[in-house]
């Protein structure tokens, strides 16, 4: 059994504030001016009050700096620092946030610019992050709530119920890098990562390497974070019809094979520190993408590879027949 834990619906009820805990949010920015005070003032107003703000600006055009600046003012420097960006994508900014040697703090929580943080964000990852075992690479997730531009709630993303495992990593994003917490030992396994290999999402290389290293992986089905639709996101929420059929043409168009090339990439070079169990896996999935059709098929039902949701292994099943693994 690998050591990865998940929760049912909790009680939403507080949990004690553990206030000695310095957590270091890690933010990046790009031409953000129109969203980012409101996210800002959601940190600030956070129930776990022992946070520090760490901004990685990916060379905004707009007022961001400016605004960015009004708030390093109001708060210190102490409480808010800003760095300049790598300019290669909102992955590579996440990850070299996450190697800067400026940056301390107990525990690392990802914020986009333009989402709004309910106020017990920060408390509630810590509470249930805090739950696990120290000693190892911990990750929390949640379930966020999508809202549009008027900020009017409404759908949550979907709700996972399998357990979180390197398994379902291998082929699926379990959830959004803006509800993440991580630890200071998940934190030591991403900087190892290759900053010259081509990441496909910070949220996905996470969840793999967390859990193939035998981390803990908590995901919490209660949403932490009002996640923004608008027409400027890089990443959507996956939520209605034409979006999950985007998603499957891109599956079967050969984006599944380019993405996983790139994962395979990154976690082949975590394989001394992967368990028994999950270097088995990933041997497995590796001999089914270079088999013939029924050895592939056969060799996917070995892995034991799955995805969290009914029409998501309808289109890893469609992906394997048709090799598009």
Same mark, same amino acid.
């Given at each position: 059994?690998?050591?990865?834990?998940?929760?049912?619906?909790?009680?939403?009820? =507080? =949990?004690?504030?553990?206030?000695?805990? $310095?957590?270091? @949010?890690?933010?990046?920015?790009?031409?953000?001016?129109?969203?980012?005070?409101?996210?800002?003032? !959601?940190?600030?107003?956070?129930?776990?009050?022992?946070?520090?703000?760490?901004?990685?600006?990916? +060379?905004?055009?707009?007022?961001?700096?400016?605004?960015?600046?009004?708030?390093?003012?109001? %708060?210190?420097?102490?409480?808010?620092?800003?760095?300049?960006?790598?300019?290669? +994508?909102?992955?590579?900014?996440?990850?070299?946030?996450?190697?800067?040697?400026?940056?301390?703090?107990?525990?690392?929580?990802?914020?986009?610019?333009?989402?709004?943080?309910? &106020?017990?964000?920060?408390?509630? !990852?810590?509470?249930?992050?805090? *739950? /696990?075992?120290?000693?190892? =690479?911990?990750?929390?997730? !949640?379930?966020?709530?999508?809202?549009?531009?008027?900020? /009017? &709630?409404?759908?949550?993303?979907?709700?996972?119920?399998?357990? =979180?495992?390197? #398994?379902?990593?291998?082929?699926?994003?379990?959830?959004?890098?803006?509800?993440?917490?991580?630890?200071?030992?998940?934190?030591?396994?991403?900087?190892?990562?290759? !900053?010259?290999?081509?990441?496909?999402?910070?949220?996905?290389?996470?969840? %793999? @390497? $967390?859990?193939?290293?035998?981390?803990?992986?908590?995901?919490?089905?209660?949403?932490? @974070?009002?996640?923004?639709?608008?027409?400027? *996101?890089?990443?959507?929420?996956?939520?209605?019809?034409?979006?999950?059929?985007?998603?499957?043409? &891109?599956?079967?168009?050969?984006?599944?094979?380019?993405? *996983?090339?790139?994962? %395979? @990439?990154?976690?082949?070079?975590? #394989? /001394?520190?992967?368990?028994?169990?999950? #270097?088995?896996?990933?041997?497995?999935?590796?001999?089914?993408?270079?088999?013939?059709?029924?050895?592939?098929?056969?060799?996917? $039902? &070995?892995?034991?590879?799955?995805?969290?949701?009914?029409?998501?292994?309808?289109?890893?099943?469609?992906?394997?027949? %048709?090799? #598009?693994?």
């Amino acid at each position: 059994m690998e050591n990865q834990s998940f929760l049912n619906a909790p009680d939403r009820k =507080p =949990p004690p504030q553990r206030s000695k805990a $310095v957590i270091g @949010v890690l933010l990046c920015t790009y031409n953000g001016e129109q969203y980012l005070s409101q996210q800002i003032d !959601s940190i600030i107003d956070q129930s776990h009050e022992n946070w520090k703000i760490y901004v990685s600006d990916d +060379g905004s055009t707009d007022d961001t700096l400016q605004i960015l600046e009004s708030y390093k003012k109001q %708060l210190g420097e102490e409480r808010l620092q800003i760095f300049q960006g790598p300019q290669d +994508g909102f992955a590579k900014n996440f990850l070299s946030l996450i190697n800067r040697e400026e940056i301390d703090a107990d525990y690392f929580a990802f914020s986009d610019q333009d989402d709004i943080w309910l &106020k017990d964000k920060l408390e509630r !990852s810590l509470h249930l992050l805090s *739950n /696990t075992p120290g000693n190892a =690479p911990n990750l929390y997730c !949640s379930r966020t709530l999508l809202f549009g531009s008027t900020q /009017t &709630k409404s759908e949550m993303s979907p709700l996972f119920q399998a357990l =979180p495992s390197f #398994k379902n990593a291998l082929v699926q994003s379990l959830a959004g890098g803006n509800t993440m917490l991580i630890n200071q030992q998940s934190r030591e396994l991403l900087k190892r990562i290759d !900053s010259n290999q081509k990441i496909i999402s910070h949220d996905w290389i996470t969840y %793999l @390497v $967390v859990s193939g290293c035998g981390g803990h992986v908590v995901y919490d089905p209660e949403p932490t @974070v009002l996640y923004r639709q608008h027409e400027n *996101n890089l990443i959507g929420g996956n939520m209605n019809l034409r979006e999950r059929v985007s998603r499957l043409r &891109k599956v079967l168009s050969g984006s599944f094979i380019e993405w *996983n090339d790139h994962n %395979l @990439v990154i976690i082949n070079s975590f #394989k /001394t520190l992967l368990t028994e169990q999950n #270097k088995a896996t990933l041997e497995i999935f590796e001999q089914a993408r270079n088999s013939h059709l029924f050895g592939r098929i056969a060799l996917i $039902v &070995k892995s034991g590879v799955y995805r969290q949701t009914v029409a998501g292994n309808i289109s890893l099943a469609l992906a394997t027949i %048709l090799n #598009k693994l």
